[in-house]
């Protein structure tokens, strides 16, 4: 069985979008769901907007506007910057505690940690924020 428990929908009008919170709220009470009202929300997003200014993060990213190397606009993806953090504090924890054993083991385990932070994370246009959790990692494990 799978649920599918978090979504984003986007429109073109605001008037749409509210008109469809409400309706899911309704079709959701009939078969006894609810939503979480502090967090679902109703958010301008909009590329006409001035770039950089508007943004969201959704399940470990952060969603905004930004151009192309052609100069096209286009969504952009990168690692939240709270879960860039927060992933590195476990990776310190777990340094802590592993660093001690058979390098064997320890480089084993590190390349799994790893490989599994980049499968998540590895989307298209979020090599900075890869590269940069990387080279923290590296100096938290060689310290």
């Not at 409400?22 to 769901?33: D, H, I, P």
């Not at 506007?65 to 504090?89: M, N």
């Not at 246009?125 to 940069?132: D, I, K, W």
Request: hydrophobic share 40%.
């Amino acid at each position: 069985m799978r649920y599918a428990d978090d979504f984003v929908c986007a429109f073109q009008y605001q008037g749409d979008a509210e008109r469809f919170d409400q309706a899911l709220g309704q079709r959701l009470g009939k078969v006894g769901l609810a939503l979480a009202t502090d967090k679902t929300r109703v958010i301008p997003f909009s590329p006409r907007q001035a770039l950089g200014t508007t943004s969201f993060a959704f399940l470990g990213f952060e969603f905004r506007w930004g151009r192309d190397r052609k100069g096209q606009l286009h969504l952009k993806r990168r690692t939240a910057r709270k879960k860039l953090r927060d992933s590195l504090k476990r990776f310190t924890a777990w340094c802590k505690d592993t660093c001690r054993g058979r390098l064997a083991d320890l480089f084993h385990a590190l390349n799994a940690k790893l490989r599994g932070y980049d499968n998540y994370y590895g989307v298209h246009g979020n090599y900075a924020s890869l590269q940069r959790f990387f080279t923290y990692a590296m100096r938290i494990l060689f310290k």
